[in-house]
């Protein structure tokens, strides 16, 4: 049984912290924000609601990366069409922290309090929801956190912070699933 919020979460709060501080510069925000609507991203769009709150734009930041992170892992256990108790576990140590940062959307609020039984749904509610931030394959936003990662790579390449942290996160986490 693996915990992959213990594997990950340390990653993922850094990178958070990265992307966040650099999308909080408006020049910077503006140069990743054409880069999105050139792959018809409607980042304008998707950002407007967040923008008023003061955590801005880590709220948006956090949403992104965690549907990256259920988005893998859901479709990885799902993909057979059998769940088995281990991948059951590692759907939960996984879906149970993300759960929280979804509960700010709030066709998700019931899975604030996500208990082990209720993750499968959590995950299938997921792949099946077509807006901002949900699973489904049409999804404007799918893989959002990793185009937002290689748009800060790609036009801040001075940013060596952001190269190295992209080096640290974990690839072998897919091992795990």
Sequence with gaps: MNDLWQLIGGDFTHLTRILSRV???????????QALD??????SEITQVYRAEQSFPKNVVRLALASDCLRVMALSILADGEVDDDEIHTAYSLSEPLSKIFASL????????????ESLNFLQAFIDDPNWFGGDDDCPTNFLGLRLSSYVRIIFGKCQNIFRVLAEIRPSVYLYI
Excluded: T
């Design 23 to 33: 999308l909080s510069n408006r020049d910077a925000e503006l140069q990743i924000r």
């Design 38 to 43: 050139e792959a018809e991203i409607p980042w």
């Design 106 to 117: 709030g066709r998700y609020s019931k899975y604030d309090n996500l208990s082990a039984e």
